[in-house]
């Protein structure tokens, strides 16, 4: 009986071991530049300023920004919109 507990043992430590070994070998490629983020946050309250965060993004889009999260009015109802761009390293 107690071999049967010692090969369940001996089993789980070697699905850990080796669970362990997979993720830990899916880390970055060597030598591979890393990515960084830059986040900018565009605010937006009442039905003009609605109108022209429309523009705002758009000329955002075309310098490589990218709308991350919009959160919807709040309590005083600004509507904030959280843009993203990837920056390599130089």
């Known amino acids: ?4 507990l010692t090969a369940a043992v001996a089993l789980a430590a070697l699905g850990l071991t080796t669970a362990a070994l997979a993720v ?3 880390g970055e490629t060597p030598g591979a530049p890393a990515v960084t983020y830059a986040y900018r946050v565009e605010r937006a309250r009442g039905t003009k300023e609605l109108k022209d965060l429309e523009q705002r993004l758009n000329d955002a889009g075309r310098t490589g920004w990218r709308v991350s ?9 600004e509507l904030v919109v959280l843009l993203e761009k990837s920056e390599s390293p130089r």
Request: net charge positive.
């Open 1 to 4: 009986m107690r071999w049967k």
């Open 24 to 26: 830990e070998g899916r």
């Open 69 to 77: 999260k919009a959160v919807g009015p709040s309590f005083n109802d």
